[in-house]
């Protein structure tokens, strides 16, 4: 069974929206806070991990970081990076290695799961080809991180230049059941269905057989003349925005419930993509998935 107390981290970038440098997303106001005070902020909530990206801190060194993690009494659970394996391999030589060497990082800070946004579709060539290219790759950097003891994972994204691939959870499952490795799982998404049209309860159990981590965060719709500077599209067209986890349309209590059924034991990390300081959000989130836990039957 899983145990009645979840194992909660925290994604760095639900702080993205207040960095003061080196944030992803675009916006009118400026942001306020280093990366070393998002892990001091991190030390006061109720959780047990930081999930950490790359591409906030790869000019640390690994063990800066986990020096970092290790003063506030927190684990890297998991490190995240962007590497273009949607290549064909006879060219992916400096792709591959660069996810080794990605992976032995990882390895460093003392994290157990590396996450891989695994590159971008290409026009010139058929969704078939790129997927074998794709295949292909990720076998091989699967071998390297099962022989350091790393889980690569990927999830359902809704990240437009990965989506083609990855975004419908049965085209994750295919990559899992093809690749055939423990050392190569999903990570599921709970609001990424809903930018292919796909139901959230139907692609977790789709996904279930390969999960190694699930990533917790809900969106809404975006209303017709509202503004906002921080949304993602959908393969239909629809505009959705960041919410905190009990305001957006995915039942997160019916994913838990789910999550309960199949036992699963790993990490629930938050991940809030909305515009609101996300000091005042995640508090509240944390709060809330422990006391759903609490009422799973």
């Known amino acids: 069974m899983i145990?009645?107390?979840?194992?909660?981290?925290v994604i760095d970038y639900n702080?993205?929206?207040?960095?003061?440098?080196?944030?992803?997303?675009?916006?009118?106001?400026?942001?306020?806070?280093?990366?070393?005070?998002?892990?001091?902020?991190?030390?006061?909530?109720?959780?047990?991990?930081l999930e950490l990206m790359h591409s906030y801190w790869e000019k640390f060194k690994p063990s800066d970081i986990k020096k970092l993690a290790d003063n506030v009494g927190l684990p890297i659970i998991c490190y995240i990076f962007e590497t273009d394996l949607i290549v064909p391999p006879a060219s992916a030589q400096i792709s591959v290695e660069r996810v080794f060497s990605l992976l032995d990082r990882t390895l460093e800070m003392g994290a157990s799961l590396a996450m891989i946004i695994p590159g971008y579709v290409k026009e010139e060539a058929s969704l078939k080809e790129q997927r074998s290219w794709l295949l292909e790759n990720l076998c091989f950097c699967a071998e390297h991180a099962g022989s350091i003891d790393i889980t690569l994972v990927a999830e359902n994204i809704d990240y437009p230049p990965v989506q083609p691939l990855m975004g419908l959870s049965s085209d994750c499952a295919d990559f899992?059941?093809?690749?055939?490795?423990?050392?190569?799982?999903?990570?599921?998404?709970?609001?990424?269905?809903?930018?292919?049209?796909?139901?959230?309860?139907?692609?977790?159990?789709?996904?279930?057989?390969f999960l190694a981590h699930i990533h917790l965060k809900n969106v809404r719709p975006v209303k017709s003349?509202?503004?906002?500077?921080?949304?993602?599209?959908?393969?239909?067209?629809?505009?959705?925005?960041?919410?905190?986890l009990a305001e957006g349309i995915v039942d997160l209590q019916a994913v838990l419930?789910?999550?309960?059924?199949?036992?699963?034991?790993?990490?629930?990390?938050?991940?809030?993509?909305?515009?609101?300081?996300p000091r005042e959000v995640l508090?509240?989130?944390?709060t809330l998935v422990r006391q759903w836990y609490d009422h799973i039957d």
């Open 176 to 209: 899992a059941r093809q690749i055939n490795s423990d050392s190569f799982r999903l990570i599921f998404d709970s609001a990424a269905p809903v930018f292919v049209n796909e139901d959230p309860l139907e692609a977790l159990r789709t996904m279930s057989g």
């Open 15 to 49: 702080f993205d929206w207040i960095l003061r440098d080196n944030y992803l997303n675009p916006r009118s106001s400026p942001g306020f806070l280093n990366l070393e005070e998002v892990i001091s902020f991190c030390s006061t909530l109720d959780i047990n991990g």
């Open 283 to 286: 508090n509240t989130d944390i």
């Open 225 to 244: 003349n509202e503004r906002v500077e921080r949304f993602l599209d959908s393969t239909e067209g629809n505009r959705y925005t960041g919410v905190p």
């Open 257 to 277: 419930s789910n999550l309960h059924q199949i036992e699963y034991k790993g990490y629930l990390s938050i991940e809030y993509q909305g515009e609101t300081d």
């Open 3 to 9: 145990p009645n107390t979840p194992r909660i981290s």
